[in-house]
């Protein structure tokens, strides 16, 4: 799925957007609520996922047709409160440590999830700490965190519709590397402007200058 935050990377938010429009993507992955609904104000009808932080002042404003990204109790019962029938991706921390849940916290989650009866959870995600190098031991970490997580979110009666931990470097290497692939989406940035972030791929060429 295409992202893009940071104004599409300097691209041009609604530019860029207005361009992907076109080729029916899931949906677009944008970094704020202001990114969101500026894409929503603009008229782009790709569906939009926030993956940062969201204001509860700004969820209760009106009901808005964005997806979230949860990663702690508050903002799933901020959520549940003023955004009724919402789609939620769970963010599990499979070791950058920056965010989300621990795996060992997850089982508690799901059991308690029931009492979020205004969401729907369609999302389990992750990030890569270091998916800009290949084969490294901290990736293959992450990668067998991460398969944990989904096999614990399915023994709880959860299958997401979506599951993703892959950014651009990380999807450019598993394919160098010829191993399965860990999801059933990518999230891609640089690469959907031209960028390969390991500086490997002769294949990609920037579209800005």
């Given at each position: ?53 969201v204001d509860p002042l700004d ?151």
């Amino acid at each position: 799925v295409p992202v893009l935050k940071s104004n599409a990377y300097g691209h041009g938010l609604v530019e860029i957007a207005s361009i992907l429009d076109t080729v029916e993507a899931p949906f677009f992955c944008v970094n704020s609520f202001y990114e969101a609904y500026t894409l929503w104000k603009n008229g782009i009808k790709t569906s939009i996922h926030i993956m940062g932080y969201v204001d509860p002042l700004d969820l209760q404003t009106e009901k808005l047709p964005f997806s979230y990204t949860t990663y702690n109790y508050t903002q799933l019962e901020a959520i549940n409160r003023y955004q009724k029938g919402a789609q939620v991706h769970i963010f599990v921390d499979t070791g950058m440590h920056r965010e989300g849940f621990r795996l060992e916290a997850l089982p508690l989650l799901l059991k308690n999830i029931k009492q979020f009866d205004n969401i729907h959870i369609t999302g389990l995600m992750s990030h890569l700490a270091m998916g800009d190098k290949i084969d490294n031991t901290l990736t293959e970490k992450q990668f067998n965190t991460f398969k944990k997580a989904q096999n614990i979110v399915r023994e709880y009666g959860i299958v997401p519709q979506w599951e993703h931990i892959l950014n651009s470097p990380g999807l450019l290497n598993l394919a160098q590397s010829g191993k399965p692939a860990i999801g059933n989406i990518a999230r891609v940035g640089k690469a959907i402007y031209g960028i390969d972030p390991r500086g490997q791929n002769s294949n990609l060429r920037p579209i800005l200058t």
